[in-house]
């Protein structure tokens, strides 16, 4: 007989009920059940805010830690024979308390620790389950000890005794809305008697491809384990087994052939394999299925010149972001929200997310989403800029059970590749000029590292970052996070003098979003960049006097030469459209310097993916999901099949060209320069094939075998080039890859242009596409359509030039594609036929 060993689940999701009342006015249910209070339907899982602030003043929302917030629901249950009832709580935010029937069963001082009761005793067959949320701001104003240093990052530096998430309480750049609530799931189980307590198959491969796996199981005094299997993909192990007290220990290993591994899906296919264990138990067979798994080698390189990942014997350029969360609101967000920001993601060549310790640890869809398309994960452990009280003992015993269930968690998905024990501690202690034996202390040094070595063997640890140099925030040594370009103001040149190695957190920019997401910031209202409702949604820091729509105003002017304060005041819709295109430049340019070769850059993570509310946030797409300009400017920067200009300065034009995929690519190479957006003023051209898994310089003097001074740097006479264009064809010659360089400024005026074509056709997999020629240079060319996504948006097109882009319906796919084409240089758009 062949059983599902799996326990009976019962989500405890329906009919939940809140009510606020004064902090600390109701000490329990009796007393709650004594007044008459206005209660609301309420989601779980989910927050206060999900239901006070939705749909209210987001800049300036009611305070929802000031009260406390208590939750109610009824529920039956039935008795399971020989199974033991659990409540299961996966996220209380943050002080709770939990009655069933009366009976308190759990108080809670952490949202990131789960938690499990079993309540044998106080079940029954018609429940209610009641828990308070009690008032943060009433626990904060507890007298402490005071910290070695403070932090401008929050207000309330009391929030390092506390084990909750910093959204909401960051004032720079995160709206005042705090999670309050069972932020995830409630579920009532029952545990078999034949229980799977632990679950370990280790997906970080030896050198030699092997891997190992354990589990422990408990069985009912008188039975035994007669034989056990370990099911993974088309292999079958069979496993040890040995008795260790009370629980049965099974262990195995096995090898994952080269042709089964994961990919990140910029190098190859992200592989899963379904995994399967089977016991059988005097005659009976429990079957658990364990999901599908991803198996890996991985390590990292680390020497001066170098800080690499390494995956499957090849070194990677990492590229990505920053994740912040699916939905202020709820956190999690739904699943096709979820989903969608993450296809969006990898369709932009990401190939890292970085979660940061100012976040949250992310659901298992979400790291499900990632093994899935084949995106790493980069784990921060929720601690940042504050000075931990992990000398004392009872925060030091909460915080490593956190760790140890986290680690726990994410040890079976494939996608985490990097544990880093807090952002920016170590930078924050030297900043403030402490000594350096308060940069960082035993917790984040060993504990950390200790936990992730037993229960996620193979992943790398970092104790903080930035870390690594004379001081955490040195550039050219170790962990980075780099603003030179940027906050910092640097022209972008710096970028190729910095020697960055690896940075998890850099560029980060005020971009602005689409005039959709505009149009609901000012209520269909004109455009006003002094608004305070705009004001309120350009990051900052908060103890600057400047915030980041002034470091791109100072790119905005560098690169289109334009007085940005006197544009905006005049003509503040062309303030927009540069500078909704600027900062993407700015990070193609950069990227581009990263990427070349012999630069010792391998891993780059802006600062943010998306933005927390609609505006001109750090996000590379908006709240809805909705990518900006800047999104389109990543996801060529980030191509697998590239070719990229940089800027030597007096060595002229190099060209970098990129072949990230596992085959060698025939392509031509040609490079061309214009004068006037229309007249060719230099043209060569190149066959040549890319090995696989490489990335080559090129020299544009060398090709061209004379001098042209493309980057104008001898200024011998008047400029003779506006635009150089590189671009890579396939051996049939179709557009792969194109970059544009502009060698001395971006400057444009809208003009008049004949002959421009866009028309809609069919791609041969049935997709519609839009076909567009230009007889002349257009600059950021933007397709509008409201039915339609544009593969590539905000992009250049040569004089002369043919570009397919194909375009995803938003909804209905046969709702035919309707729009028109606008450019900075274009006068009037043009409509598509």
Known sequence: MDVSATDCLIPLDADWQLVRASADSIANPTELLSQVLPWQAAYVPGTVAQVMLKNSDHTHPQSLTEDDWWYRCHFTADAVEQAMPVLHFAGLATIAQVWLNGVLILESRNMFLPQQVVVTECLQATNELVICFRSLAQALRQKRPRPRWKTNLVNQQQLRWVRTTLLGHIPGWCPPITPVGPWRSITLRYRSSVELVKSHIQQILTAEGEFTAEFDVQLPPSQRISAAHLYIGNQTLSLKIELNGAMTVLTGRGIIDADQRWWPHTHGKPQRLACRLTITVA?????????????????????????????????????????????????????????????????????????????????????????????????????????????????????????????????????????????????????????????????????????????????????????????????????????????????????????????????????????????????????????????????????????????????????????????????????????????????????AIWRSAGHPCQGALVWFYKDLLPGAGWGIVDSDNQPKAVYYAFKRAAKNLAVYCVDRGLDGLSLTLVNETEQAQAVTLEVTAYKAGHIETLKAARVLTLSPRTTIGISVDELLGYFADLTYSYRFGPRQHDLVSARLLDAQGQWLHEDFYFPTSYAVTPQKIDGITVEVIALADGRAALKIFTPMFLQSVRLECKTHRAEDNYFHLAPNATRVIAMEPLADAAVPVKGYLEALNLLEPVRVR
Request: glycine share 8%; net charge negative.
């Open 283 to 591: 005659g009976q067979v429990y079957t658990w299925e364990l999901g599908a798994r991803g198996f890996k080698q991985q390590r990292w390189l680390s020497s001066d010149n170098q800080l690499a990942l390494q995956v499957n014997g090849e070194t990677l350029f990492c590229r990505g972001a920053c994740w912040t969360v699916a939905d202020i609101f709820t956190l999690d967000g739904s699943e096709d929200s979820l989903r969608r920001s993450l296809v969006l993601a990898r369709d932009a060549g990401i190939n890292m997310l970085r979660i940061g310790g100012t976040m949250i640890y992310e659901s298992d869809n979400f790291y499900q989403l990632c093994d899935e398309l084949g995106i790493l994960v980069w784990q921060d452990f929720m601690f940042a800029n504050m000075d931990y009280p992990v000398d004392d003992t009872d925060f030091h015993q909460q915080v490593l059970a956190e760790a140890h269930a986290q680690v726990a968690r994410l040890s079976r998905f494939v996608c985490v590749s990097v544990y880093c024990g807090n952002s920016e501690v170590q930078q924050q202690s030297a900043m403030m000029g402490m000594p350096r034996e308060y940069w960082s202390n035993g917790f984040f040094d060993a504990d950390l590292a200790e936990v992730c070595q037993q229960r996620h063997p193979g992943v790398m640890y970092f104790p903080s970052t930035p870390c690594g140099g004379a001081l955490p925030f040195t550039i050219s040594e170790g962990l980075a996070h780099y603003y030179g370009v940027g906050a910092y103001k640097r022209a972008l040149s710096d970028a190729a003098v910095a020697s960055v190695k690896f940075t998890p957190e850099t560029l980060g920019f005020s971009h602005i979003p689409e005039p959709e997401t505009v149009d609901k910031i000012f209520n269909g209202a004109l455009f006003a960049t002094h608004h305070p409702d705009w004001k309120a949604r350009v990051p900052r820091d908060s103890s600057a006097g400047w915030d980041f729509e002034d470091v791109r105003d100072y790119y905005l002017a560098l690169l289109f030469q334009v007085d940005p304060i006197a544009l905006r005041s005049h003509d503040p819709q062309r303030y927009l459209e540069l500078s909704r295109v600027v900062t993407g430049e700015v990070i193609q340019r950069v990227f």
